[in-house]
């Protein structure tokens, strides 16, 4: 399995930004996807997910800025991120994941496995 991810850049605070993430080996409607951020010096967090169930779900920090979506025609998820901010600055990684009993999206141990992520800078 492999997860391809595009997207990504350099922005002004207030911008937009658009990452896509492409599996090979599932899709996107068998497996749950997520995105993660890692910044320089930090732990990698959560920050959005959407189940196999359809069922999105986001970190505090972005609910209401980023939407997380499938198009599973193209079989590919997209996290469209608006009102960037500097603290939105990190590597992102895409990552995906069956469901089992007592594992939390939420957390990376949840996801089998990651794309090699994706820089998003956003300036001040």
């Known amino acids: 399995v492999q997860l391809a991810e595009s997207g990504g850049g350099l922005v002004r605070s207030g911008g937009s930004l658009s990452l896509s993430c492409t599996p090979s080996?599932?899709?996107?409607?068998?497996?749950?996807m997520g995105w993660f951020r890692q910044a320089p010096g930090k732990e990698r967090e959560f920050v959005a997910a959407?189940?196999?169930?359809?069922?999105?779900l986001y970190a505090d920090s972005v609910k209401g800025r980023f939407t997380l979506s499938r198009d599973n025609d193209k079989n590919t998820v997209h996290l469209q991120m608006n009102s960037l901010k500097p603290e939105d600055t990190a590597v992102y990684y895409c990552?995906?994941?069956?469901?089992?009993?007592?594992?939390?999206?939420?957390?990376?141990?949840?996801?089998?496995?990651w794309g090699q992520g994706t820089q998003v800078t956003v300036s001040s």
């Open positions: 990552s995906s994941g069956i469901d089992y009993p007592y594992a939390s999206p939420l957390l990376p141990d949840f996801y089998a496995y």
């Open positions: 080996g599932h899709t996107v409607v068998t497996y749950n």
């Open positions: 959407i189940r196999s169930s359809g069922i999105t």
